[in-house]
């Protein structure tokens, strides 16, 4: 199994990716604390996977209750070797710069950056304790080349995202703690498809994938499975890229 003795944290774990990865990461062998905002999804998910699991409530934009999942971690399963920050929001009011409202850009920002810098800064020092470990943070593939539609304080937020990872990779990178962002393109969850309702604004996505579909929640777990094993030992600092080929992609055809 690869994670086998690892005990990995994962936020946004009570549906989507996070719930996935923390399904994925548990039968690999982790033991796995689920956070989610909403306590009855994270404690959904942990009895699904049994024994190895539990649940606990954040919110990732409160530092308080950033430092007292990772603690809760630690005083649980004994230390914390894999971070998953991936708990993130998506406004439907996050429009262009010219008309996104300063509450809607704070909203965004305090959960998809000031989250993921809240969740490293208290995770670090556990990961330390245990002799190093894995951050995973969740970005987007509009970080790196922008969206379709405009969701200014989202992709702003993705791309606050990939340059925090990349500034704590060097920095701790002597110190046997890796980190990389995870840049999904558009996965298939409950929340794309309340946002792409519209069959308008969900062919309008479709048409920029090569391949033709959104992806699957268990394909991103299967990417940060990856991330979170040994089997990426060389690898930090990086904007991991699964996208269906989007980023790849001059023009695709209607």
């Known amino acids: 199994m690869r994670l086998e003795n690892k005990v990995a944290l994962i936020t946004g774990g009570g549906s989507g990716i996070g719930k996935a990865s923390c ?32 649940a606990f409530a954040a919110d990732i934009s409160k530092a308080s209750d950033c430092e007292a999942m990772v603690k809760f971690a630690e005083e ?4 914390l070797n894999v971070v998953f920050n991936n708990a993130g929001i998506f406004h439907p009011n996050d429009e262009s710069v010219t008309n996104t409202t300063e509450a809607i850009w704070d909203m965004v920002i305090n959960v998809n950056l000031k989250g993921v810098f809240l969740g490293c800064q208290y995770a670090i020092p556990a990961l330390l304790r245990a002799g190093g470990g894995s951050i995973i943070n969740t970005a987007s593939f509009v970080a790196i080349m922008g969206a379709a539609v405009p969701q200014i304080a989202y992709t702003a937020s993705k791309g606050g995202v990939l ?7 060097v920095e701790f990178a002597r110190q046997n703690i890796r980190a990389n962002s995870l840049c999904p393109g558009p996965v298939e969850t ?48 990086t904007s991991f890229l699964v996208d269906g080929g989007i980023s790849g992609a001059y023009i695709t055809p209607e």
């Open 163 to 169: 340059a925090m990872t990349r500034e704590i990779a």
């Open 76 to 79: 649980t399963f004994g230390k």
């Open 190 to 237: 409950p929340l794309l498809a309340e946002l792409l309702a519209d069959s308008a604004r969900r062919n309008r996505r479709l048409v920029h994938i090569p391949m033709g579909r959104f992806a699957k929640a268990e394909e991103m777990a299967n990417a940060a499975l990856f991330l979170a094993s040994d089997e990426s030992s060389f690898v930090t600092g």
């Open 23 to 54: 399904l994925l990461f548990a039968k690999e062998g982790a033991k796995v604390v689920v956070v989610d905002l909403k306590k009855e999804a994270a404690e959904a998910t942990a009895n699904e996977i049994g024994d190895n699991a539990r």
